[in-house]
């Protein structure tokens, strides 16, 4: 008899006594079947193979050889060194995709991280997991999306260092992005500007706590100085044209934009460093392909199928998607502005203007009624903002 039977289970020699009752007569096969949880035809096939084999019969034909899905040695090998040449950062996840996507290599995950493991290249982890109250998703594709920057060195040291503009619809969580090289409020209003020419006008956004997106205590003093609510810039232009902003207290309440980064930090990283990104441009073409995958494999279907993106009828959006200061004009009619003084040419009773600066740097200034014209005046001496002035009053 093989040296296999004295390592079967305890299940195997159940099996093996019960069978051998049904050869003797002492029980019938039908018994035999229900006592084991088998069928009866499978009972007959173990009764054959007990009366030709013996009591090694029992045992599943496989035991002891290898299987025939196994991978050799050899393909490994290949596998490894590829992963180590190309893929030597990848997840094992990323690693299996682009194995198939770019060699036509299948291979499981799992096993790619075993192997990993195995070799020191990858580290067991476990992650302490923090117990926090469920939050649900918004019902509709609209109703609510997490904006957020992302400053990361996305071209790996190939480039500049940029910055990514997230949007992340908490129903669906299909995605939206845009490179730039700062996060400030012209990015902020310039991508809010493109998400809405795609999609529409949210009815909130959901966003932290950054001056880009919530006045500071050094702004209120000048929007009392005219008499105005304290916003930001990207809080006005949100309100002006019907978009609810909604501050999150903590990195925590607003995960899905921040696993949404981890996850590019990872795969769009690698998507950018196999297509040779090294500018602004060739990072936002990259970006353009990436998200168009991304969100077919890991967007859900909403709750509800109705999509709550208003259209911009009625809106002017240049008049509100850009960056507004209010100026004091002064006797000679002039007022300054980024250190700079301008000459009002046409006639205006109002003491207080309004200058309206575009995403795409375009100036105008504007009293309640029309766009007023205006030159800039060469000058030398030094222009005082209302930030120095202040800080002189307050001395």
Not at 13 to 36: M, P
Not at 367 to 395: F, G, M, P, Q, V
Request: charged share 35%; with cysteine; glycine share 6%.
């Amino acid at each position: 008899m093989r040296k296999d039977i004295l390592n079967m289970s305890q299940k195997e020699l159940v099996r093996l006594h019960v069978i051998k009752k049904a050869i003797e007569k002492a029980i019938t096969q039908k018994a035999a079947s229900e006592q084991v949880g088998l069928s009866e035809r499978q009972v007959r096939r173990h009764v054959k193979k007990l009366k030709e084999f013996g009591d090694e019969g029992i045992l599943h034909g496989g035991r002891g050889r290898k299987s025939w899905k196994k991978i050799s040695e050899d393909e490994r090998s290949k596998i490894m060194k590829i992963y180590k040449k190309r893929y030597w950062d990848f997840g094992p996840t990323l690693a299996t995709e682009k194995l198939e996507e770019e060699r036509g290599i299948e291979i499981s995950r799992e096993t790619l991280r075993k192997w990993l493991i195995a070799e020191g290249l990858r580290p067991k982890q476990r992650k302490r997991k923090k117990h926090r109250q469920k939050r649900e998703r918004k019902r509709h594709f609209g109703d609510m999306v997490q904006i957020d920057g992302s400053h990361h060195d996305w071209l790996e040291s190939r480039g500049p260092r940029l910055v990514i503009m997230g949007y992340i619809d908490d129903a669906t969580s299909k995605v939206h992005g845009e490179f730039y090289e700062y996060e400030g409020t012209v990015p902020a209003i310039d991508s809010l500007d493109k998400y809405i020419r795609r999609n529409g006008i949210p009815g909130s956004v959901y966003v932290d706590k950054h001056s880009t997106y919530k006045s500071q205590d050094r702004d209120r003093w000048r929007a009392i100085s005219f008499g105005e609510e304290c916003l930001s810039q990207f809080e006005r232009a949100c309100k002006e044209i019907g978009i609810t902003v909604i501050h999150a207290n903590s990195p925590q309440a607003k995960g899905r934009v921040e696993r949404l980064f981890l996850t590019l930090q990872d795969r769009l990283v690698k998507e950018l460093r196999l297509a040779g990104a090294k500018t602004l441009e060739d990072a936002n073409k990259v970006l353009k392909v990436y998200l168009r995958k991304h969100n077919q494999k890991f967007s859900v279907e909403a709750l509800s199928k109705i999509d709550m993106h208003r259209k911009a009828k009625g809106i002017k959006m240049s008049k509100a998607l850009c960056i507004k200061t209010k100026r004091r004009v002064r006797n000679d009619f002039t007022i300054a502005h980024n250190r700079s003084l301008y000459q009002i040419k046409a006639y205006t009773p109002d003491i207080d203007v309004e200058v309206r600066e575009t995403i795409k740097g375009r100036m105008e200034i504007w009293d309640k009624r029309k766009s007023l014209k205006y030159k800039k005046i060469a000058s030398h001496n030094r222009i005082k903002t209302l930030t120095e002035n202040r800080t002189l009053l307050s001395c």
